[in-house]
């Protein structure tokens, strides 16, 4: 199992920061484009434990069908949302924001596990682990100009990346 763990402080309202990300429309706006990503359900769409949301992206130029299962809804604190299916054997997302003076601290955790074995293994090494970060670096700097208008509480951090594998 390999976890993948991001923290980033958004100097903005609780509510402001959860709604931004409780909404999956705003899906589109924090993820690269080179992955031709676009959500198949619905918009808007009604969030709560097991909401399920289909999406299709590229990988390599090979178009993936993916569908994610909201598991658990803590409104406004996180969410955790699984892959039921999709080009991982495992896909586990959790979100979670902290409220502090100023701002909120975001917290991604994605623990996942690739198929084929030893073949997952070596794609991970080869491809995958820098792909995931290179998504996950696209988020943090989306994310940051989206809440860029909110000033920043005196003291309070900037901003931080936080990468365990």
């Keep these: 199992t390999h976890v993948l763990e991001r923290e980033q402080w958004i100097a903005a309202p609780l509510d402001a920061v959860f709604a931004f990300f409780s909404d999956a429309a705003n899906l589109d706006a924090i993820t ?41 809804w803590e409104s406004p604190h996180g969410f955790l949302d699984v892959q039921e299916r999709g080009p991982f054997s495992l896909w586990e997302h959790e979100h979670r924001f902290t409220p502090q003076p100023g701002g909120v601290w975001m917290h991604d955790r994605v ?15 080869l491809a995958v682990r820098s792909a995931l970060a290179a ?8 994310v940051r100009e989206r809440f860029a208008p909110f000033a920043e509480a005196p003291g309070a951090p900037r901003s931080a990346v936080r990468v365990a594998r």
């Design 135 to 142: 998504i996950f670096d696209h988020r943090f700097a989306r």
């Design 32 to 72: 690269p484009r080179w992955l031709g990503f676009r959500i198949l359900t619905g918009l808007p769409i009604a969030m709560h434990a097991g909401t399920r949301i289909e999406y299709r992206l590229r990988l390599a130029g090979v178009p993936v069908s993916w569908r994610t299962r909201i598991e658990r």
């Design 111 to 125: 623990r996942y596990v690739l198929p084929l074995g030893p073949l997952g293994e070596v794609a991970h090494a």
